[in-house]
Nanobody
Framework: QVQLVESGGGLVQAGGSPRLSCAASGSIFSINTMAWYRQGPGKQRESVAAITSGGSTNYADSVKGRFTISRDNAKNTVYLQMNSLKPEDTAVYYC??????????WGQGTQVTVSS
């Protein structure tokens, strides 16, 4: 089993720059992809950013240039640096770990609320 614990959310003013963290523990296969998703009020969950164990990244168009995903493989932790936050970034942010052949796991989510 794999456990994912997110932290770093909260109430932020527009233009703020919080950083989310997601620490993975348990039976983690070294080759995996870690990603951030979000679900805003009344919206479907959407992909925000992802990073492979080799460091390749991809981003949703809505966050390109503002958000940066990174990871520390030694700590099994993924980060999401969010800059220039907008009210439309308000959402519950979820961490996801995917390992080919081993399935995927979700964290419990952390709320980010951006005030204008």
């Amino acid at each position: 089993q794999v456990q994912l614990v997110e932290s770093g959310g909260g109430l932020v003013q527009a233009g703020g720059s919080p950083r989310l963290s997601c620490a993975a523990s348990g039976s983690i296969f070294s080759i995996n992809t870690m990603a951030w998703y979000r679900q805003g009020p009344g919206k479907q969950r959407e992909s925000v950013a992802a990073i492979t164990s080799g460091g390749s990244t991809n981003y949703a168009d809505s966050v390109k240039g503002r958000f940066t995903i990174s990871r520390d493989n030694a700590k099994n932790t993924v980060y999401l640096q969010m800059n220039s936050l907008k009210p439309e970034d308000t959402a519950v942010y979820y961490c996801k770990l995917t390992s080919a052949g081993y399935g995927f796991y979700w964290g419990q989510g952390t709320q980010v609320t951006v005030s204008s």
